[in-house]
C-alpha cells in the first residue's frame, strides 16, 4: 500500500511566535505518526526557523512556491537551490492561487515542476478544475491536460519523484468538499493517465486530495483506493487538527 504523506500548506498566515507553537506541537507528536509522512510548508520568511525545529524530527518541510529559474535578476523569488539551503525536500507547484491570482499557468508550472527536480527538491503538483468547468463537463479534459503538460516538459519518468495532488478549486478553502466518491474518480483518472505511460511509476505515484479537508471527512477520503493523503490548507494551522488529519486512515 502506498504510504499515507499528509502537507500543510500554510499560505500566507501566521507568525514567527505562531510557527514555533504550531510545529512544537506537530513534533512533539510524531512518535504516534508511523502511519504517515508529514510535511509542513510554512511561508518562507519562517522556513529558517522551522529547520532548526524540525533538525531531529521525521517531519519534513517544504515551500509553498519556487521561481522556474535558478538564480538572477528576478526581484522577490525565491529559487529551488535556496529552498534547499532551508532543508526543504518538497515544494508545492501550481497552486490554484498561483494560477488564478499570479498568472501561472500548465507552462510555467511545468518549468517549475523541472526547476524543482533540478535541484532534487520533490514538486507537488496542484492540479483541479473551477467549478465552471466542473459544470460543464470538462473535469477530466482540464486536470489530465495539466497532468500531461508537466509529463511533456520533465518526462513520465519524472513522476517517480513527485507527488500530485488533485484539488478541485471550488473546494479549496470553501468547507465544501469533493465526496470521496467525486475525488476517487479523478484520482482514478490521473492515475490511469500515468499508468498508460508508465505502469510502475503510476503504481507507486503519491496522489494527495486537496479542498477543505478536517479531522472528520478525513477518514473517508483516505479510505479511498486511489487517495493517498491530502494537502491541507486551513485545517494545517490547528495542531490538533492537522495531528488528527495525520493519523486518519480509512
Ligand atoms: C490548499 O490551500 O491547498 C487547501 C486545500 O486549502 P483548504 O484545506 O483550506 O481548502
Redesign the pocket.
Known amino acids: 500500500m502506498r504510504r499515507l504523506l499528509v502537507a500543510g500548506?500554510w499560505?500566507m498566515h501566521g507568525s514567527r511566535d505562531m510557527a514555533a507553537a504550531l510545529i512544537g506541537d506537530i513534533v512533539s507528536a510524531t512518535d504516534n505518526l508511523q502511519a504517515a509522512d508529514v510535511i509542513v510548508c510554512p511561508p518562507f520568511p519562517f522556513l529558517g526557523l522551522a529547520q532548526k525545529l524540525l533538525a531531529d524530527s521525521p517531519v519534513a518541510l517544504g515551500g509553498q512556491n519556487i521561481s522556474e529559474h535558478q538564480q538572477g535578476a528576478y526581484t522577490g523569488e525565491v529559487s529551488a537551490p535556496m529552498l534547499v539551503e532551508f532543508g526543504c525536500r518538497f515544494v508545492i507547484v501550481g497552486?490554484?492561487?498561483r494560477r488564478t491570482l499570479y498568472g501561472e499557468n500548465d507552462a510555467s508550472v511545468a518549468r517549475k515542476f523541472a526547476a524543482a527536480q533540478r535541484s532534487k527538491l520533490i514538486p507537488i503538483l496542484?492540479v483541479g478544475e473551477t467549478l465552471e468547468e466542473r459544470e460543464r463537463g470538462e473535469t477530466e479534459a482540464v486536470v489530465l491536460r495539466q497532468v500531461q503538460s508537466a509529463v511533456d516538459v520533465a518526462g513520465v519518468e519524472a513522476f517517480a519523484d513527485a507527488v500530485v495532488?488533485y484539488?478541485p478549486v471550488w473546494?479549496?478553502?470553501?468547507g465544501r468538499t469533493a465526496s470521496p466518491e467525486q475525488a476517487q474518480e479523478v484520482h482514478a483518472l490521473i492515475r490511469q493517465k500515468i499508468s498508460e505511460q508508465d505502469d510502475t511509476i503510476a503504481g507507486d505515484l503519491r496522489i494527495l486530495y486537496?479542498?477543505?479537508?478536517k479531522a472528520s471527512n478525513a477518514v473517508s477520503l483516505f479510505g479511498m483506493p486511489d487517495i493517498d493523503g491530502g494537502?491541507?490548507?486551513?485545517?494545517?494551522l490547528d495542531g490538533d487538527e492537522f495531528l488528527s488529519i495525520c493519523r486518519a486512515r480509512g
Open positions: 500548506n499560505k497552486h490554484s492561487e496542484c495532488a484539488e473546494a479549496i478553502g470553501t486537496g479542498g477543505s479537508v494537502l491541507i490548507g486551513g485545517a494545517s
